[in-house]
């Protein structure tokens, strides 16, 4: 057995050598030539990880465009990224590593709600400004105020008049819903659903739940099927979502899916689960990639030769507009590169921010609302061969 | 200190604390799959007391201790009563389970979890490790510690020397939980923010690898591992992209090369596969004589 | 609709029927329980849904599964099994684990964290039984699963590996003594096993519409309740209780809610193992009484 | 001679395995302060008998009394603090552990076990234990190996240390199981005298034993058991002489 006062010595100096290690001093700027440092938190794994990648992309571009023009009064703009790895223990200490040894004027990212509930209040108590280029969640930045923010509109304030706008014009009568009973955003969605369909006095005929990710949804199909409604209401991840479709028309069911914008946002995934079975789905949307705006048009022109892409994705263009936005604050109250004053200059880019009013960018317009969500165009959207597209007959 | 530096701090000393905790049960040998089951009760029970009823952490951190350790003796009770394949299926099933009621839970936000929680310092967690070192130097000095041992050696001659071996194995575990339900609580007044998620089988697995790269034999390894596997992602940034890969290697390899793990006395040579698979069938054997008894 | 719910729960336990089985049958020849087993799955699935989308028929997709779980069910046994002390009980299961935890970040690391889409198969076919209906997919799953199980039946019944394999699992020194090569006989076990969890793996796939990487962790969550509730080694056992277990989360789903599902099986798991801690059907399997 | 109290009473004890009969109505009575051997052939039963008694295997049918309390349905564990305590034919020491260590788990009834044993200053009752075990260190001639791993020693000395830590339990009634076998002429020698000894003190001893000449030179008393049965029983010097027993053990 072990004698417990060397295994006490042993484990002090062990911790004291991490300390060491660990605590290294912050390195500042790095001598000459003006930097603009600017921290993407993205993750390589989890299911949002497509997304991520291209949130990346999408903040890079921002970037690159920005230093081919000059960068911010003569300065370059870097971008340091941290990888999360979906894994919010990493995030604790990644934020931190951004605010003090990188030195960052402002974190954009994560793009996934769960992820920036973590990141933002993290960085929100370092009082860094942080940018979620996508987390929609309802109360996604209740510990995050006032440095936190989110280019995404919530759901409920987004989807609701298009949606019922959508019901309307379509005459439904009868209508299912279907829930991921173990997800947060799903379980709100469902609410939203049958609040609309109790506006539009369409009749819920039939609730099915499930748990998000694991099932065959032949159980809650046959349930469905039985009742026959008009339209089927996705309450879903868009993996899920994607899944139910092919699922119901295995089973023959004929009703028209619907989905909120958090659908037509993860609309690939969407699409790429549920193949064929999703032609038709109508869903809300708070981006078009086509967006005939005055502003928006050229830059999302100019990515898609840039990048090769034909449709710009939603989380790359919120990124690059979350860039240009901190990099424009960072010129009009002009300050000063290399992290000096650092704090300081944090604090104007967060009052920026939130005294931001309608901001135009690649995404359209954005104001940010006094809980740092932000206000977005209200659009629908329809799935055609194999992609959503904006109806823009329809709004 | 920079917030940086702090940052790291807490997430080592929170990690050593795990691998404590975890070492308190596989000292009686017995390895548990689902421990970050007992962090997340740990984490959700102080967070419910200091965000809802504005308890202070300390306070808070004793009860998630005995919560814990109520579910550690009543999972330990259930499952220590049968074989070690038992006890691995069962542990790694009420992990499931814990995550599971902790995500369906309205009263604590379900899968969108608990947010707000602070109050996780230094000296919070260090004097924690340091209450769990003393109680750790006292436990293997004790004939209590020696019983862990003798139960972790020979349970059968355990019984003969009238070792009350479910007894003392529910004990070990119930202790085990106590320490690992106040990682949690730690852990969680850092994060600022739980989700049943966080406690899934992936840190249950992490648990496991913080405790048995260091080596099971003495507690003091169990803590150096904790420290080597929480630093080592900081200060090799690659590390970061092959993770999983050169963490579940290291699985695969420790278990051939070193069981016990890097520190520890080294067993005596196992002879080469042969004679082990001779000596396994053997093992085999005996182990089908068992009758139950009692 | 009784009917056809209780036809999906069928289907379901017919799934969870071969990986449990894969999982018996290494427990019965080494009391060792190999956790890789449901990534085993889950990679066979990617194999199989990739190679379908690239337009193979099914049947050869198929084939290449069962070949890959086969395949990949040898190297865990080599990497956590073969030279892995037996001093240390456990160690097999952290090595297995760990290897599961490879084989998952391989996939991503190949192809992306995201869910893959699994093609159907005779997309065309709908047979209406009365009862219930029959799609396509549905039809290949139930037959082929009841193909491989009532095959694994009569290979251990009536041929002379299966017997082996049942000597080696009923008393291994007595049948080293009798000449039996114990090692092959193992590594014919780890084979089976593969082969029953490649092709659960494919046809969980084409009942979900998708595989995730992720998937290999629910696979073998499932698979362990399944065969504690049928009995640690009992191969009767876990194909009654998976089948218990699927029609019994169907039901749960169809008429209560889906956040019972998981919880009424660990209910049910919980209080066979407190009453019947052998299992429903199985023998005294190292269950120990002590104070 | 006076009649000697019956200290372990087995009355009655059937044991099957699947179906076999391994003990078949076997009655037996070990006097206190005597030693008394289990005789019989390979197969016969005598180690399942030694089970039954130490609470490892619950027979089927039948009784088992400890001074004149019924312990048949007690688990082996809670049969050693009332001074039932038995060995192994093949040892079984906690090899990880030292030479005192074992000897000091020898005492667990006896001691203070609890997490009140955390307490880092010894009570003056753990004090005396822990000299108790460094003599039985002494007497047992294991004083120069105490810090050494039990999975260390060589075989004569780990079969020693068994039997000490079966004594560091201060027995009433010590189960011994197979204790000459794979010793040496002299590691016989040094038994007998040993168990001489113990007798000597007080001790009862049940010794299951195939050395026919150790069964002779220590009991007073002998049971022959064949197929679960017993064949016959009495002092040594008339049951060994037996044509029961040459038959039992070369076959008819």
Known sequence: MLRGGRAAVVLAAALALTACGGGGEPGGGEPGGGVYRIGVVTSSTGPFAANHTTMVAGAEYAVKVLNENGGINGNKVELVTVDGQNNPTSLATLIPQLATRDQVYAIVGPVDSAGCEIACATANKLEVPIVSPGAGRPGVLANSRPYGFTLAQPDAANSTAVLSKAIRDLGFTTAAIITDEANATTKAQADLFTQIFADTGVQVVQRATFASGDSSFASQITSIAAADPDVLALAAGPDDAGRIAREARSQKLRATFLGTGALQSGGSAYVAAGGEATEGTIAAAQYDPHSSNPVAAPLLEKAQADTGQADIPLNFAYAFDAVNMVATLIKEKNLAPDGTDIANARRQIQEGLNAMDRYVGMADVTTFAEDGTAERPQLRSVVQGGKFVIDKSAS | ?294 | ?291 | ?252
């Not at chain 3, 009841?146 to 041929?159: E, I, N, P, Q, S």
């Not at chain 3, 092709?199 to 504690?228: C, E, K, N, Q, R």
Request: glycine share 10%; charged share 15%.
């Open chain 2, 1 to 294: 200190m920079s917030p940086y530096a702090e940052a790291v701090l807490l997430q080592v000393g929170i990690n050593v604390l795990l691998a404590l905790g975890y070492w308190i049960a596989v000292s009686t040998g017995k390895y548990s799959f689902g421990h970050a089951a007992f962090m997340a009760i740990g984490a959700y029970a102080a967070s419910m007391l200091t965000l809802n009823f504005a308890w202070p952490l300390p306070v808070a951190m004793l009860v998630a201790a005995v919560v814990a350790a109520v579910a550690g003796a009543v999972i330990g009770w259930m499952a220590l009563r049968l074989s070690l394949l038992y006890l691995a299926i069962i542990t790694f099933i009420f992990g499931q389970l814990v995550e599971l009621l902790f995500a369906q839970w309205d009263y604590v936000g379900g899968a969108t979890g608990m947010i707000g929680m602070t109050g996780t310092t230094l000296t919070l967690v260090y004097s924690s490790i340091a209450v769990v070192v003393v109680y750790l130097v006292l436990l293997t000095r004790s004939r209590l510690g020696l019983a862990y041992a003798a139960i972790r050696e020979d349970e059968r001659a355990a019984t003969a020397s009238g070792l009350r071996i479910t007894r003392i194995a529910v004990g070990a575990f119930a202790a085990s939980a106590a320490v690992t339900g106040v990682a949690g609580a730690l852990a969680a007044h850092q994060l600022m923010i739980i989700t049943p998620s966080l406690f899934g089988p992936q840190q249950a697995l992490l648990i496991i690898l913080y405790c048995v790269l260091g080596g099971v034999q003495y507690f003091w390894g169990a803590a150096v591992g904790a420290i080597v596997l929480s630093v080592l992602p900081i200060w090799f940034e690659w590390l970061n992209d092959w993770y999983m890969i050169v963490y579940g290697l290291l699985f695969v390899v420790l278990m051939i090369v070193r069981p016990q793990g890097l520190i520890g006395r080294s067993e005596r040579s196992g002879g080469g596969p042969l004679l082990r698979r001779l000596r396994r069938d053997g093992a085999v054997a005996v182990e089908r004589e068992r009758e139950p008894v009692g």
């Open chain 4, 1 to 252: 001679m006076s009649p000697l109290a019956e200290l372990l009473r087995v009355t009655a004890v059937t044991k099957r395995f699947q179906g076999v009969e391994a003990l078949a109505d076997i009655d037996l009575a070990v006097q206190e302060g005597t030693v008394h051997g289990v005789v019989g052939p390979n197969g016969a039963g005598k180690t399942t008998l030694l089970n039954v008694m130490s609470g490892y295997v619950r027979p089927d049918a039948g009784r088992i009394e400890l001074a004149g309390r019924d312990i048949t349905r007690l688990t082996p564990q809670l049969r050693v603090p009332l001074g039932l305590v038995r060995t192994f034919q093949n040892i079984r020491l906690y090899g990880g552990l030292t030479v005192l260590e074992n000897v000091l788990l020898g005492q667990h009834t006896r001691a203070r076990t609890g997490l009140r044993s955390l307490w880092p200053f010894p009570t003056p009752q753990e004090r005396a234990l822990r000299a108790e075990a460094e003599a039985a260190l002494e007497l047992f001639e294991l004083a120069p190996y105490r810090s050494r791993r039990a999975a260390e020693l060589p075989y004569g000395l780990q079969k020693q240390l068994e039997m000490a830590r079966a004594m560091a339990a201060r027995p009433r009634v010590l189960l011994l199981d197979e204790p000459a076998a794979g010793m040496t002429t002299d590691g016989r020698h040094a038994l007998v005298e040993r168990l001489h000894e113990l007798r000597g003190q007080g001790l009862t001893i049940v010794v299951v034993e195939h050395d026919m000449d150790v069964i002779a030179k220590v009991c007073d008393h002998v049971t022959v058991l064949n197929f679960g049965r017993t064949l016959t029983e009495g002092p040594p010097a008339v049951v060994l002489a037996g044509d029961e027993v040459r038959t039992a053990y070369l076959g008819t």
């Open chain 3, 1 to 291: 609709m009784l009917g056809q719910q209780l036809f999906n729960g069928v289907l379901l336990g017919a799934t969870f029927a071969l990986v449990a089985l894969g999982f018996n049958l290494v427990v019965g020849a080494m009391d060792r329980l190999n956790f890789a087993l449901g990534e085993t799955a889950m990679v066979s699935a990617v194999v199989g849904a990739v190679l379908m989308e690239t337009g193979l028929p099914f049947a050869v997709a198929f084939l290449a599964a069962i070949a890959t779980g086969g395949l990949l069910a040898v190297i865990v046994y080599v990497a956590s099994f073969r030279y892995v002390s037996d001093r240390f009980p456990t160690a097999s299961i952290l090595s297995s684990l760990g290897m599961g935890l490879v084989l998952t970040a391989v996939v991503v690391k190949v192809f992306g964290s995201d869910q893959r889409s699994v093609p159907d198969v005779l997309a065309g076919v709908d047979l209406d039984l009365g009862l219930f209906r029959v799609s396509g997919a549905q039809l290949v799953i139930i037959v082929l699963a009841a193909l491989m199980t009532v095959g694994l039946y009569v290979f251990l019944d009536r041929t002379v590996w299966g017997t082996a394999i049942r000597g080696v699992s009923d008393d291994p020194t007595m049948v080293a003594l009798l000449g039996v090569p114990v090692q092959r006989v193992i590594l014919l076990t780890f084979t089976l096993s593969g082969v029953l969890a490649g092709a659960a793996g494919l046809l969980t796939g084409l009942a979900y519409h998708s595989v995730s990487p992720f998937d290999g962790f629910t696979s073998t969550l499932t698979a362990l309740m399944v065969i504690v509730l049928g009995g640690l080694g009992s191969v009767t056992g876990g194909v009654i209780a998976a089948l218990v277990i699927g029609v019994l989360q169907t039901l749960t789903v169809a008429y209560l809610s889906a956040t019972l599902r998981d919880l009424i099986v660990f209910v049910l798991v919980g209080i066979v193992l407190l009453v019947r801690p052998q299992g429903l059907f199985g023998r005294n399997a190292g269950v120990l009484e002590r104070v």
